[in-house]
């Protein structure tokens, strides 16, 4: 019966551990820089949105990305992506803060979102002051 009960308990802790992963499980998915180039080229109505800083930002970023930082995006600041249907690729100088951004904008809602890392990697064309 001690094993039964056992057994019993194993279970009931497994499904539950189940159950919970995958509620947290993020929805993002993750791209090589050549993926998101082909998705920029293709679409160009996708959001390119770098999470840094207005400062890094204004030294070097990819053209036509929307820059909304990571933290407006913690504190609720969603006001430049008001399409959660959108396509959105994002990235950041390493990318920590666009794995962080992605996960937030899946726990808002957010059904398209893609992370591609950082611009420190990036060998796609780039804008800004700082371009060497």
Same mark, same amino acid.
């Given at each position: ?25 993020? %929805? ?13 080229? &293709?679409?160009?109505? +996708? !959001? /390119? *949105? ?32 008001? %399409? ?13 803060? &666009?794995?962080?951004? +992605? !996960? /937030? *904008? ?27």
């Amino acid at each position: 019966m001690y094993t039964l009960q056992k057994n019993f308990a194993m279970i009931f802790l497994l499904s539950v551990a189940i159950l919970f992963t995958g509620c947290v499980e993020n %929805d993002y998915k993750h791209l090589t820089h050549e993926d998101a180039q082909r998705i920029m080229k &293709a679409n160009p109505d +996708a !959001i /390119i *949105l770098d999470v840094r800083t207005q400062d890094e930002y204004e030294k070097k970023h990819i053209p036509n990305a929307v820059l909304v930082p990571i933290e407006n995006l913690r504190d609720g600041d969603f006001s430049k992506l008001p %399409d959660k249907d959108a396509t959105i690729l994002i990235y950041c100088w390493t990318g920590r803060r &666009a794995e962080d951004a +992605a !996960i /937030i *904008l899946v726990e808002h809602g957010y059904k398209n979102v893609y992370e591609f890392g950082g611009l420190v990697d990036w060998t796609g064309s780039v804008s800004g002051t700082d371009l060497k």
